[in-house]
């Protein structure tokens, strides 16, 4: 006999954390299902440690092998999403990003044309962002000060950071105290969801403060396969534990918050997706869905890196005494290298139109950050890599099934640069941000760049360079996008509901209709709290 809840949480990332806390608050009795682990873990909770945990492998990392992408060469990339209650939010470089209001207001123009059309815009997403944010700086028209979610300054700037940011006055960028505030461009340091050093996820803030609530069940290691469809209502869900497969039902709503990859697979699973696609696999189709798994859109990465003149930077300080050292510091006084992702530095630029909006999103990373063999004999050293990131590409990938094997992966196809308008604007910021490191101070303290390959800068060397080197910047959004009621790829519609399927809503990054203008961790949350005001009538 299964369990009935008013309503059931598929997925404890940063927007299914959000949804349950807001729907137990309201004193909903939730099911909340994560597939991943706890989130208690020294070295999830202290900011680097995630990249240790992911270079060594891990079970709070599931990874995805993308398809082989033909434009690339054939290469396939790897692409790591968090296996752990928080998802991104227990696994990230904890940057607390949220676009630019005209992302809102584009999405706002997409849907309205529904029927049934709720606000999207700037002004109308911005209260959510201040509901849930307790930031240690700002508390004004744009920022909340009292909210579960810590937002503090850095822990620490390292001085090659700090050179990044003065190299990019130089050159013209002007410094700004807040990528979250009136204006987007410049260079400066962002703000982090830590507390003194440490981490702030999603589960930390909202999941924990109702452990002792008893209108929540959280259920860990429960891999969700299908949701329950009967009389063309949803009504629950298929999950398998430790225990086996087991079901759930509910008399309200089914939310699903399962990431931009697995999302649309548990649609397709359930016989919710493209007809043609689910009949391969021998699935029996409950509404043929064409936009399931497609639209998906996320921020490409390319680094250029250099290597330093003398020791600047973090290379060492995760090995020998260096490592006991930077321990004791951080136990003892919650200071020190351990209190940062080593992502303090960034900048939003146009480089070929400075005053219109910014077109890169750039991170100063103070080591060498290439593969091993790119490293050239003298191996690793001190250096800095500017991670280069396209805030809103052009190509679009795809989410498919590999099979109607639950157990199995999705098969993921990103795109990254396939349409030449991406390769053009990621040559472009190169050149650009080659000058940075020409630029003093960060000039004087910078021997050589490494990659690319500083004596070709034509084009044709550096889309080879894009097209080797060009990965995840681990914000995937968009698979199950909402949309105007004419739009046959919009799944869902403005209210976050499954078109066709009443009591089915999706309120993770797929549900985007275009990726926001920076990092994806703060919309998703403001996604889960706008989702359960809408599952509890608040809009």
Same mark, same amino acid.
């Given at each position: 006999m299964s369990a009935t809840y008013d309503h059931i949480v598929v997925g404890g990332g940063s927007a299914g954390c959000v949804a349950a806390w807001r729907l137990v608050n309201?004193?909903?009795?939730?099911?909340?299902?994560?597939?991943?682990?706890? +989130?208690?873990?020294?070295?999830?909770?202290?900011?680097?440690?995630?990249f240790k945990l992911l270079k060594n492998g891990s079970k709070f990392f599931k990874i995805h092998e993308s398809v082989p992408q033909d434009h690339l060469g054939g290469r396939t990339t790897e692409i790591p999403q968090g296996n752990v209650l928080g998802g991104g939010s227990a696994v990230n470089g904890q940057a607390y990003v949220r676009g630019r209001p005209s992302d809102y207001d584009g999405w706002n123009e997409i849907l309205r044309g529904n029927?049934?059309?709720?606000?999207?815009?700037?002004?109308?997403?911005?209260?959510?962002?201040?509901?849930?944010?307790?930031?240690?700086?700002?508390?004004n028209d744009l920022h909340g000060g009292d909210g579960p979610l810590v937002v503090s300054e850095p822990g620490q700037i390292n001085e090659m950071a700090r050179w990044f940011v003065q190299s990019l006055q130089a050159q013209g960028e002007p410094f700004n105290p807040d990528f979250n505030g009136t204006e987007q461009r410049g260079a400066g340091y962002f703000q982090f969801t830590y507390d003194k050093g440490q981490r702030v996820s999603a589960a930390y803030a909202f999941i924990e403060p109702l452990k002792d609530d008893p209108n929540?069940?959280?259920?860990?290691?429960?891999?969700?396969?299908?949701?329950?469809?009967?009389?063309?209502?949803?009504?629950?869900?298929?999950?398998?534990?430790?225990s086996g497969l087991q079901e759930a039902r509910t008399d309200g709503e089914v939310i699903l918050s399962a990431g931009a990859y697995v999302t649309p697979k548990i649609l397709m699973l359930s016989g919710l997706g493209p007809a043609d696609h689910l009949a391969e696999h021998g699935i029996n189709v409950v509404q043929d869905m064409p936009g399931v798994g497609q639209n998906l859109c996320d921020h490409p990465d390319v680094s250029i890196v250099a290597r330093a003149n003398g020791p600047y930077g973090y290379y060492g300080q995760d090995r020998g005494w260096n490592m006991i050292r930077n321990g004791l510091q951080f136990k003892l006084f919650g200071t020190g290298p351990?209190?940062?992702?080593?992502?303090?530095?960034?900048?939003?630029?146009?480089?070929?139109?400075?005053d219109a909006p910014p077109t890169h999103e750039a991170y100063c990373i103070p080591i060498l950050y290439l593969p091993p063999d790119m490293l050239e004999p003298?191996?690793?050293?001190?250096?800095?890599?500017?991670?280069?990131?396209?805030?809103?590409?052009?190509s679009r990938g795809e989410?498919?099934?590999?099979?109607?094997?639950? +157990?199995?992966?999705?098969?993921?196809?990103?795109n990254?640069?396939?349409?030449?308008?991406?390769?053009?604007?990621?040559?472009?910021?190169l050149r650009y941000f080659r000058r940075t490191f020409e630029?003093?101070?960060?000039?004087?303290?910078?021997d050589r760049i490494i990659a690319p390959d500083p004596s070709d800068f034509s084009d044709e060397a550096l889309a080879a360079h894009c097209r080797k080197m060009v990965k995840t910047n681990y914000h995937p959004a968009g698979t199950v996008k909402m949309g105007a009621d004419g739009d046959a790829m919009a799944v869902l519609d403005a209210k976050m509901r499954v078109r066709g399927i009443p009591g089915l809503r999706v309120c993770d990054m797929s549900a985007v209709p275009n990726i926001p203008a920076g990092n994806t961790n703060a919309p998703a949350m403001m996604l889960g709290d706008r989702c359960a005001d809408l599952v509890l009538g608040k809009l």
């Open positions: 309201a004193g909903c009795k939730v099911l909340l299902l994560e597939g991943g682990h706890w +989130h208690r873990h020294p070295l999830l909770d202290m900011p680097p440690g995630v029927n049934d059309a709720i606000g999207w815009s700037w002004g109308d997403v911005l209260p959510h962002f201040k509901r849930l944010e307790g930031n240690r700086t700002f508390k929540l069940t959280l259920m860990l290691q429960a891999s969700v396969q299908e949701v329950i469809v009967e009389n063309g209502r949803a009504v629950g869900v298929r999950y398998r534990d430790s351990i209190t940062t992702t080593g992502l303090e530095a960034a900048c939003f630029v146009n480089p070929t139109e400075p003298e191996g690793d050293g001190y250096g800095a890599s500017i991670q280069i990131v396209l805030l809103q590409p052009h989410v498919r099934l590999a099979s109607a094997d639950p +157990h199995a992966m999705p098969l993921v196809s990103p990254f640069l396939k349409d030449q308008r991406d390769i053009d604007a990621m040559i472009t910021g630029t003093p101070p960060l000039a004087d303290r910078i």
